[in-house]
């Protein structure tokens, strides 16, 4: 099935460090969702994105929605260890109400 | 407020035979999609209900079918279970159809043996 793009597909960073991540796709999109999935658990919703150019934040996470509307951005910054996890952009396609189309995921690995 | 439960956390199936997943979905919302999530993937669609109506649904063979129920719960069936099904199944609730703030539940992981 389809995925988005995601880059980078894994990180490495320290503590306190800012983290940047981006999701793209060569067609256009009506939401954009920013999710975070722990092993063996469920996605939790971070951050959801409804308009081009949305800037969005929650806390330490912020989002943006593309202009072209064909990609989507979220960035971290001072993470901490809890901030571990892989994360998952997600949108809805033009023209499918009913599903989402998730991405490749971006694994992030926090040292102290 | 209770989240997304599912039902059951993990479970074990032999090749052929069949398994019936459970979701219910958080309180007052109408709509359930179901996900597959192989080992190292985002997740995939499989199908979404909404007011006990199938609006959507993913590409996955017929041996994947789902309903819903009057109180918005839903079941996921994959009957003749092949090696390739073995996954995190996952159930998400939205408040309504095309209201893409889906909410996950914790997930069913299936192994196929």
């Known amino acids: 099935g389809q995925q988005l793009n995601q880059s980078p597909q894994s990180m490495f960073i320290q503590e306190g460090e800012d983290v940047s991540m981006n999701c793209t796709s060569s067609s256009i999109f009506n939401t954009w969702l920013w999710y975070k999935q722990d092993p063996g658990e469920g996605p939790v919703l971070l951050i959801a994105?409804?308009?081009?150019?949305e800037l969005t934040s929650n806390g330490r996470l912020t989002a943006q929605f593309g202009i072209t509307r064909k990609d989507s951005f979220l960035n971290i910054s001072a993470s901490i260890p809890s901030d571990v996890g892989i994360y998952f952009c997600?949108?809805?396609?033009?023209?499918?109400?009913?599903?989402?189309?998730f991405g490749t995921g971006t694994r992030l690995q926090v040292t102290l | 407020d209770a989240g997304v439960t599912q039902s059951p956390t993990h479970l074990i199936k032999t090749r052929g035979q069949h398994v019936t997943l459970r979701c219910s979905p958080i309180s007052g919302h109408k709509s359930v999609s179901w996900y597959q999530q192989v080992l190292g993937q985002g997740p995939q669609f499989i199908f979404q209900y909404y007011e006990k109506e199938e609006r959507g649904r993913g590409n996955f063979p017929d041996r994947f079918s789902a309903r819903q129920f009057p109180n918005y719960s839903s079941e996921l069936n994959v009957n003749a279970l092949l090696l390739g099904d073995s996954a995190l199944y996952l159930c998400?609730?939205?408040?309504?159809?095309?209201?893409?703030?889906?909410?996950f539940g914790q997930g069913t992981r299936l192994t196929v043996v």
């Open positions: 998400a609730s939205s408040l309504l159809q095309g209201i893409n703030e889906a909410f």
């Open positions: 997600a949108g809805q396609l033009v023209g499918t109400a009913s599903k989402l189309t």
């Open positions: 994105l409804y308009k081009a150019g």
